[in-house]
């Protein structure tokens, strides 16, 4: 069964310093999310492509994060300089086309620990 | 954006049915409730989605009343694998994303 793929499933940064994270979706998914899920709450999106375009990303902190799905295939989150607030889980999630009959599939995250 | 509402946490009794009830008062005629299940420190697993009828696969049925404002995951004989925090989300027409809110966590008892 095709799968989400993440990596790395865990990271430990020291704060101000830079790290990033690498998603590649199922095949042939137009669409990209990726969330941020801080413990004990729900996922909060912080940006959305469609193919290599950014949809959404009204709630990515632009300052210090940074997304990019260069060929519309996979695509790299990054955060520079890293915050102790950002320790979170971030997963990402692609669907075939985006649409509202078309559920979407979650990789299994990659853990982020500022020190 | 439609909201949803759920309880906070449920208990259900090992091979007996869980139901997890959720409100979604203002959503839209086009607007499809999905379900999804995080198991701890694992990725959200999708469940399940439907617009206006009852549906039903592998893993659950849905319940959507008629009104369309409220809903209910059924599972049918839940097992301790079960445990996990269930959303419901309303898809959201016109940006097209999955708001989640803080979800029912379900603990199935042995």
């Known amino acids: 069964e095709a799968e989400v793929a993440q990596s790395p499933r865990y990271k430990i940064t020291e704060k101000s310093q830079a790290v990033a994270f690498w998603c590649d979706p199922i095949s042939g998914h137009a669409t990209l999310y990726w969330y941020r899920q801080i413990l004990g709450q729900g996922p909060e999106l912080l940006v959305q492509?469609?193919?290599?375009?950014?949809?959404?990303d009204s709630q990515l902190p632009k300052d210090r994060f940074s997304a990019e799905r260069l060929k519309g295939v996979d695509s790299t989150l990054k955060i520079q300089p890293a915050e102790l607030g950002d320790s979170a889980m971030y997963l990402c999630?692609?669907?075939?086309?985006?649409?509202?009959?078309?559920?979407?599939?979650f990789g299994q995250g990659t853990r982020l620990t500022v020190v | 954006d439609a909201k949803t509402t759920q309880p906070p946490s449920m208990d259900c009794a090992e091979g007996r049915a869980a139901n997890l009830p959720c409100n979604h008062s203002t959503i839209s005629g086009n607007e499809y409730v999905y379900w999804y299940r995080q198991i701890h420190s694992q990725g959200p697993q999708y469940i399940i989605h439907g617009l206006k009828n009852n549906e039903t696969n592998e893993m659950a049925s849905l319940i959507i009343t008629e009104d369309r404002k409220s809903s209910t995951l059924i599972l049918p004989h839940a097992t301790l694998r079960d445990t996990a925090v269930y959303y419901c989300?309303?898809?959201?027409?016109?940006?097209?994303?999955?708001?989640f809110g803080t979800g029912t966590r379900l603990k199935v008892l042995a």
């Open positions: 492509f469609q193919d290599e375009s950014v949809v959404d």
């Open positions: 999630a692609s669907s075939l086309s985006g649409t509202a009959n078309t559920e979407a599939f």
């Open positions: 989300i309303v898809f959201t027409s016109g940006t097209y994303k999955y708001i």
